[in-house]
């Protein structure tokens, strides 16, 4: 089904940021992309936010489509994958998710970036920028 439609990819770049909280948490975003005729940003976060990540054997990264453009329709389904990009050097096992977007609910929930072990997200964690390709599509109804 998938072989003749025109899938939009976009090759995007996630840089670490630190939370303002007391004990700061450690998390990842993008910049704003366009796709779908709208504008969207990926957010991705260490072990489901557990306090102290440095501490943990085991590492999961996990992450976030949100949409920030108004929505003018009742709702977007959007299906979407996170892929190893051009610049990028993660072995990724491509996962499709699927979220439907309305005025309501902008950011789907979090799900993991899926990665073959926890040593590979300790090889994306210690470079400066995550880099990949995310592909999105509508499926017709």
Not at 70 to 95: E, Q, R, T, W
């Amino acid at each position: 089904m998938l072989v003749n439609l025109e899938l939009p990819f976009s090759d995007l770049q996630m840089k670490p940021y630190r939370t303002d909280d007391f004990i700061t948490r450690l998390y990842y975003e993008t910049g704003r992309f366009s796709a779908l005729g709208q504008q969207w940003v990926i957010k991705a976060r260490i072990n489901d936010d557990q306090r102290n990540p440095t501490m943990m054997w085991e590492r999961k990264i996990s992450y976030q489509l949100v949409l920030k453009s108004k929505i003018s329709s009742n709702s977007i389904d959007v299906h979407f994958v996170v892929l190893k990009g051009p610049f990028g050097n993660a072995k990724i096992k491509p996962l499709i998710y699927r979220f439907d977007f309305n005025s309501d609910k902008s950011e789907c929930p979090y799900n993991y970036l899926p990665l073959p072990d926890s040593n590979e997200c300790n090889k994306l964690l210690s470079s400066k920028t995550i880099n990949f390709r995310v592909i999105m599509f509508q499926v017709p109804k």
